[in-house]
């Protein structure tokens, strides 16, 4: 099956710098989705990008689909910015939506 | 809107009793899926449906079954439940393949 590998499993960032994770797939995609998921649990969702570029206030995505990866940038990170990060992706030939196992972000002020 | 609503929030539940999860949205969706989350991982796919009437096993299948007899419900069944199915479970709906799912708030389940 299909592998979704993020990057770097953990985080740590005082507040105001800036990050970059990575999200790696090994097939072909015809769906990419970015999440957040808070401390309380809830899951958020930040983009859906497929492929090309958005940004949404501090954070931006970039989903190159024909080299198998995405990134999401966050900018001035805030302390509420602090939670697990996840990509999922859903296969060209299927109706599946697989999840990464996430990036852990802690932002200390 | 309310999106996707799961029912119950939390449930604790003895070892080899028996509970149905809900799983309602109001955003008329085709596709609907049931995830769980166990600590430190990713969610990992149970079971999905393509439409009303359809059901379809994802990653983890084994010890749940669901059915989608309306459009707007997904329930996930857990006929006897074990330690092991103590996790997260979230929903999630699509409006088609390729699109862009919405999840619900979760459920906390405890199998003692």
């Known amino acids: 099956g299909i592998q979704v590998e993020q990057s770097p499993p953990d985080l740590i960032l005082q507040e105001g710098a800036n990050s970059t994770l990575r999200c790696n797939f090994s097939d072909s995609v015809n769906n990419l989705q970015w999440f957040h998921q808070n401390p309380w649990g809830q899951l958020i969702n930040l983009f859906y990008?497929?492929?090309g570029t958005k940004q949404n206030g501090r954070l931006s995505a970039t989903t190159v689909a024909t080299e198998r990866y995405s990134l999401l940038y966050i900018s001035s990170s805030q302390t509420t910015d602090s939670g697990v990060y996840f990509c999922?992706?859903?296969?060209?030939?299927?109706?599946?939506?697989?999840f990464g196992t996430g990036t852990r972000l802690q932002v200390f002020p | 809107n309310a999106g996707v609503t799961q029912t119950p929030k939390f449930r604790v539940l003895k070892t080899g009793q028996s509970m149905t999860l809900l799983c309602a949205q109001d955003m008329n969706h085709e596709y609907m899926y049931w995830y769980r989350q166990d600590p430190g991982m990713g969610l990992r796919l149970i079971h999905y449906?393509?439409?009303?009437?359809?059901?379809a096993k994802g990653e983890v299948p084994d010890g749940y079954n669901v059915s989608r007899l309306k459009k707007q419900n997904f329930l996930l069944g857990l006929e006897s439940a074990a330690p092991s199915q103590t996790s997260v479970y979230f929903c999630?709906?699509?409006?088609?393949?390729?699109?862009?799912?919405?999840f619900g708030q979760g459920t906390r389940l405890t199998v003692v």
């Open positions: 990008i497929p492929s």
């Open positions: 999630a709906s699509s409006y088609f393949w390729g699109t862009e799912a919405f």
């Open positions: 999922a992706v859903g296969l060209g030939n299927t109706d599946k939506l697989i």
């Open positions: 449906s393509v439409g009303e009437g359809t059901t």
